[in-house]
């Protein structure tokens, strides 16, 4: 009689452990994590766990869901090499909060999506408590999520990270710009960093694939080591901004593209900016990188947010009233009447 076969290899394993993918080891680390998850909720989340999570909206007269997504990109490459992992977690919390931001939402929920070669507990653990602090500290609730394990996709240390959050706004108070006029002031507000952009450049300009042993090394300027730099967290505008959007016409998050891609994403047809670029001091950071590299500066400002994360016009008698609220805000542009194609120049 033929014996039946079995799903598991000579060392006892299932045939999909064997293949790489161990559901006894991720239901584990979904346990792990469920305590510092639920820490998170706020009253309108029913249940998570579920096939979908689910939150019901309470108290909103007219609301409008803001959802967005994004990923972290290859900062996970910094991280993997300095085997830190929770900043990465509240990067993806923070990017995605200033995003919806934009249009005036308060976030509600949030879900991330971690997909790794080989599944590490630990790193999953940091990942999560570094997305929890970012979710608490905007009152966000995180309801979902998914780990995946995917030998042949990744390699052993290499994973991805992607957030998704969900937002609302009374529909009267959207910002989307439609206001903004010629002789509006543009303020901007400082990063902390590079954010979570230009890192393949960095990456390059460092030569940090090659030789990771760079991301120890110390430059006089910024007065720490490099890896340490391009951790930093992205900054989260969120808590600081929400008192003034009464104040506020348009909000625009400098990530990729810099100024040019960003700014004019929050303008009416016809206008451009003017941005002045000899009203900040420039981080040390990215003057290391430009000349490390020998990138055009013309470059840096499309790449970079070059130390301005988040922009806001506003028109000129309510720049005071913002600067009481927000004193590090500094004038950086005015709003102009579009120069062609171009909407945004340099002065």
Not at 76 to 88: E, F, Y
Not at 315 to 332: C, D, H, K, N, Y
Request: charged share 20%.
């Amino acid at each position: 009689m033929k014996s039946s076969s079995r799903p598991e290899d000579l060392d006892g394993k299932s045939a999909y452990a064997s293949a790489g993918v161990d559901i006894s080891l991720a239901d584990r680390v979904k346990r792990a994590v469920a305590q510092q998850v639920r820490s998170t909720y706020r009253p309108e989340v029913l249940g998570s766990g579920f096939f979908g999570g689910m939150f019901q909206l309470k108290q909103y007269e007219d609301p409008v869901l803001v959802s967005s997504v994004d990923g972290v990109g290859t900062k996970l490459k910094i991280a993997s090499l300095l085997d830190k992992h929770d900043t990465v977690g509240a990067d993806i919390v923070n990017h995605c909060v200033n995003d919806i931001f934009c249009c005036g939402a308060e976030p509600l929920f949030f879900l991330d999506y971690i997909a790794m070669g080989r599944l590490k507990p630990k790193h999953v653990e940091a990942i999560v408590s570094g997305i929890v602090q970012a979710c608490r500290e905007v009152d966000c609730s995180l309801i979902g999520g998914e780990t995946a394990e995917m030998p042949g996709m990744y390699s052993d240390n290499d994973y991805d990270l992607v957030g998704f959050i969900v937002g609302v706004v009374e529909r009267r108070n959207i910002i989307d710009g439609s206001n903004i006029v010629p002789g509006d002031v543009i303020l901007g507000l400082p990063s902390s960093g590079l954010h979570t952009n230009g890192y393949s450049l960095v990456r390059k300009v460092f030569n940090v694939d090659a030789n990771p042993s760079c991301l120890n090394k110390i430059y006089p300027e910024p007065g720490k080591t490099l890896g340490e730099e391009l951790l930093h967290v992205h900054r989260c505008y969120y808590p600081q901004l929400r008192p003034v959007l009464p104040l506020v016409k348009g909000l625009a998050h400098i990530t990729g593209g810099g100024f040019e891609g960003n700014i004019p994403r929050v303008l009416p047809h016809g206008l451009g900016a003017r941005v002045d670029k000899g009203s900040w001091s420039v981080p040390p950071i990215f003057r290391l990188i430009q000349e490390t590299g020998e990138v055009e500066e013309t470059e840096m400002y499309r790449v970079f947010n070059m130390g301005m994360g988040m922009t806001i016009v506003c028109s000129p008698q309510q720049v005071a009233g913002i600067a009481i609220v927000l004193p590090e805000a500094r004038t950086i542009g005015e709003i102009t009447e579009a120069e062609g194609e171009q909407r945004v120049t340099f002065g």
